[in-house]
């Protein structure tokens, strides 16, 4: 049976003039990758910090492999965790390799294994170049290498593909994969919501601390009822003839659009049409959930930034 590696119960941190998180409950098994979205300031870094133990909770419980993270009997565990901080920064004056072997002795770990994953992060060409002359996407991969020194049980990632090109976001999302193969769990905090969805197992989505929505994508889909677009081929004037389909026909956009709880319905309705020679489905992407859920939490003008945040070319 899967274990659980992150409990949270009712978790909340609270600052003086702030509740930066509230009421959380999560449990993640091991090997489940979870998407954390929110906007700046939601409270993404704190939920980070608790289950590093760097923070206490206020509220609630936090457990991580089995322990309160702040406690006494937490310092075993701390190898298992793997950790890339948004806007990560390293020892300017130092290469590539020196600061890698610095973070593996940390860990445990010797020069061989900082090499090994310089040749995975595809830093190999430069490891004995000062880090102050790295490109940011080169700063980034360095500190992707330092987040999977050991090899983690657990990987809290911030932002991770902040500064990288498509090509090395395409190939940090291939590792994401492998390691949630190998049984790690994961939690990756992203602002870029295109091309994470089909990497994560479920998506939390906070705004002001609250958590709005938690669940796999299938589950927040059919929770929102937002529209699948169904695009038939060969059939558009049956369709506008067909009690059941033309309800959901739009001339519009030459589309069905269709609430979740009725696609079997149109998809069956649609197969009795000799004349269907195609059909594309495409569900509620992940930046249409995520403006779903903060649209009913936030008011019109913040809604207009997540539409900047979350692009539109999914
Ligand atoms: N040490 C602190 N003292 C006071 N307030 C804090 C502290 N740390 C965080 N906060 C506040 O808590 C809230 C949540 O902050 P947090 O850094 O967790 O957000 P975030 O979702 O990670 O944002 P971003 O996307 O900008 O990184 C914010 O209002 C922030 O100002």
Known sequence: MKENVVTLKGAGKSYDNVDALKSIDLVLPE???????????????????LILGVISASEGDVSVFGVTPTSQEAWH??????????????YEHLTGLEVLTYFTRLKGYNKQDALALLEQVGLSHAHNRQVKTYSKGMRQRLGLAQAFIGNPKLLLLDE???????????????????????????????HVLPGVEQHIDRAMIL???????????????????????????????????????????????????????????????????????????????????????????????????SKSTGGSNE
Not at 39 to 48: E, I, P
Not at 258 to 283: F, G
Request: proline content about 4%.
């Open 31 to 49: 090997g489940e990758v979870l998407g954390l979205f929110g906007h700046n300031g939601a409270g993404k870094t704190t939920m980070m910090k």
């Open 77 to 90: 565990m701390r190898s298992q965790i793997g950790y890339l901080p948004e806007n990560v920064s390293f």
């Open 160 to 190: 991770p593909t902040v500064g990288l090109d498509p090509i090395a976001t395409n190939e940090f999302y291939q590792t994401v994969d492998q390691l949630k193969t190998h049984g790690a769990s994961i939690i990756l905090c992203s």
């Open 207 to 305: 705004s002001q601390g609250k958590q709005l929505a938690i669940g796999s994508l299938a589950d927040l889909r059919a929770q929102a009822e937002l529209q699948v677009s169904i695009k038939p081929q060969g059939v558009n004037g049956a369709v506008v003839e067909d009690s059941i389909l033309s309800k959901y026909w739009s001339e519009e956009q030459k589309m069905l659009l269709v609430p979740e709880s009725a696609k079997v319905t149109v998809l069956r309705k649609l197969l009795e049409h000799e004349a269907l020679n195609d059909v594309s489905i495409s569900p509620a992407t992940l930046t249409q959930l995520y403006q779903h859920y903060i649209g009913q939490e936030q008011p019109n003008h913040i809604l207009r930034e």
